[in-house]
């Protein structure tokens, strides 16, 4: 029941109560809510006749970052007593200072301006129109007017910096990098000896190997650094990546790919990105700063998502033959064993980075006997994961994710593994 | 200070209506007021705030009751006035807690207590005017009265509502 509706039956019920008891003073009580009803009608809202103008200081920050969002309402009518502006904020963004409401008073063609100050998390949060709510001083009319003004946040992935991460791809691209290529040539790492030939440098003889020799002299080789093709999948699924109170795991994944794209592009490798969450969405691969641009407005919207499996997860190999590099980047399940064995069979090159769900889930979920016993379970049955995907030649980084990403990176790939090794040199080929 | 309006203003209606009634010998009835006065004050703790109208309507017809009884005219219109206000401040605090600015939210506060004081002074002048002019009329002038009081109200009703 509406206030006024309540005020009238009132009303009505002590006039009636009072003429049918005949007491003048019965009816006389009513006086305090015909005066309060009046006062309603005083000075209430007219039709609203407001405009909104939103400025944002920034369109692109980094988690964290303050921004400022300064909003002007315009009154293009009559003057208002009480009007409620309100901003309604975008999940995830929260104020830090001043108000996204105001309860003002709005003069005649008058206009008021303020300004507050937000921070949220990773995403793009849009801004919707502001909401006006006018009312008389004591509330019994209302009069609602949307006020249409848009905005736009992006708010981007946390940086974390890796300088150097190691792949070995059985197969480059023709221009120069760091990624060793293979084959013999100008470099820097010894590759092999053969015969000299005319033009070589006299620093690259081998003159401890010529000596041995007769009538041959032997110049070093030293291998070839290229770029590589590199192709980054995001796993997004829901259900490796999030846990009970609504703690998820995502975020870390997210501060990975950002940090291994970023350290691809900058040695200047050919990069592309694969989300598969919410979306299924791919980032073409590319070079440079304008990728690396690409791929993080990609990642700023990177959501997780319902699919269960890795079944509809194809890498198309026009855009990354066999031989390239995927890394990927997922908690994993016990179920995506069979696809990184597929994909292995197809030629590429895998290394999986793994944010450790075990120790963050068991993080948060106290110190009982029966909890230390289900995290050594889990840590059991992950461990015998991790070395199924060991032996099929997948090079895996589990990253316990409390400590830094590039600490985890440096210590797991500082020195290329053994079976690595016996796999370029073909005595591990499937 | 709103908040702590709303109790004082509770706490004063059924202080009046309680007192009013157990002056009249009406004990059982004043314990049941005092005890609906305690039970608006938790509902109203509790954030229940849809249950102040229902409150609102039962003070109203317990202070027409009093007067009824031949109590106080006075305090019967206390707890009406006092209800009213608890019942008005109640929404008026739901509508402070929608703004995130506290100056704004003590500029609104003081706006609308003037506009109460503003309500309340003419309801006790014009109560106390009430009182004091006596009109002996039939019923049928009387009920002539009331009528026209009800239609008055009714267009006032219908311009508010139109409004909205």
């Known amino acids: ?430 | 200070m709103t908040r702590n309006f709303v109790y004082v203003s509770i706490l004063a209606s059924a202080a009046a209506l309680t007192y009013s009634l157990a002056a009249n010998d009406f004990i059982p009835v004043s314990v049941t007021v005092a005890l609906l006065g305690i039970a608006w004050i938790v509902l109203f703790m509790r954030g229940l705030h849809r249950f102040s109208g229902l409150a609102f309507s039962i003070f109203i017809i317990i202070s027409l009751a009093s007067l009824w009884a031949d109590v106080s005219s006075w305090l019967a219109l206390a707890g009406v006035i006092f209800s009213l206000l608890a019942w008005d401040l109640t929404k008026f605090s739901q509508r402070l807690q929608n703004t995130n600015s506290p100056q704004d939210a003590r500029r609104a506060e003081r706006a609308h207590f003037s506009r109460l004081t503003l309500v309340i002074d003419l309801s006790l002048a014009g109560y106390f005017a009430a009182t004091r002019i006596h009109v002996t009329l039939t019923f049928g002038a009387a009920a002539l009265l009331a009528l026209l009081g009800i239609w008055g109200i009714s267009a006032l009703v219908y311009r508010l509502r139109s409004h909205e």
């Open chain 1, 1 to 430: 029941m509406s206030r006024i509706t309540l005020l009238a039956a009132l009303i009505y019920l002590i006039i009636l109560a009072g003429v049918g008891t005949l007491n003048g003073a019965m009816v006389a009580l009513a006086l305090p809510l015909v005066l309060y009803l009046l006062a309603g009608l005083w000075r209430g809202p007219e039709e609203l006749h407001l405009s909104a103008e939103r400025t944002i200081s920034a369109e692109r920050v980094a988690p964290g970052d303050s921004v400022v969002i300064e909003l002007k309402v315009t009154n293009h009518g009559e003057a208002l007593e009480q009007v409620l502006l309100h901003d309604p904020l975008p999940a995830f963004l929260s104020v830090v200072e001043g108000a996204s409401s105001r309860l003002v008073n709005l003069p005649a063609h008058g206009s008021i301006s303020w300004s507050y100050t937000i921070q949220g998390k990773r995403g793009s949060h849009y801004f919707e129109n502001i909401q006006a709510i006018a009312e008389d001083r004591l509330g019994l009319m209302t009069k609602r007017a949307l006020l249409p003004t848009r905005g736009q946040l992006l708010i981007l992935p946390s940086i974390s910096r890796v300088r150097h991460i190691p792949i070995q791809p059985r197969q480059t691209r023709v221009y120069s990098g760091v990624i060793p290529a293979h084959q013999g040539g100008t470099g820097i790492e010894f590759f092999g000896l053969r015969e000299y030939q005319a033009g070589d440098s006299p620093h690259h003889i081998n003159w401890r190997v010529s000596a041995r020799q007769d009538n041959v002299i032997y110049s070093n080789e030293y291998e070839q650094e290229r770029v590589a093709d590199v192709g980054i999948v995001l796993d997004g699924r829901r259900k490796v990546n999030e846990f009970g109170g609504r703690r998820s795991i995502f975020e870390d994944s997210v501060l990975a790919s950002v940090a291994v794209a970023s350290s691809l592009l900058a040695e200047g490798n050919r990069v592309g990105l694969f989300i598969y969450g919410k979306r299924n969405k791919w980032t073409s691969p590319g070079y440079g700063k304008y990728q690396r641009e690409r791929i993080m407005q990609d990642l700023a919207l990177a959501e997780t998502g319902e699919t269960q499996n890795f079944n509809s997860l194809i890498i198309p190999r026009r855009l990354f033959p066999p031989n390239s590099q995927i890394i990927l980047i997922s908690p994993l399940s016990g179920g995506d064993v069979s696809l990184l064995m597929q994909l292995r069979a197809r030629g590429y090159q895998l290394l999986v980075i793994s944010p450790d769900p075990v120790s963050f889930e068991s993080r948060g979920l106290g110190d009982s006997p029966s909890v230390k016993l289900a995290t050594r379970i889990a840590r059991l049955q992950r461990e015998v994961l991790l070395r199924e995907l060991r032996h099929t030649g997948v090079q895996v980084i589990n990253w316990d994710v409390a400590r830094p990403f590039e600490q985890a990176v440096r210590s797991a790939l500082s020195r290329p593994t053994a079976f690595l090794h016996a796999i370029q040199r073909g005595v591990g080929k499937q």
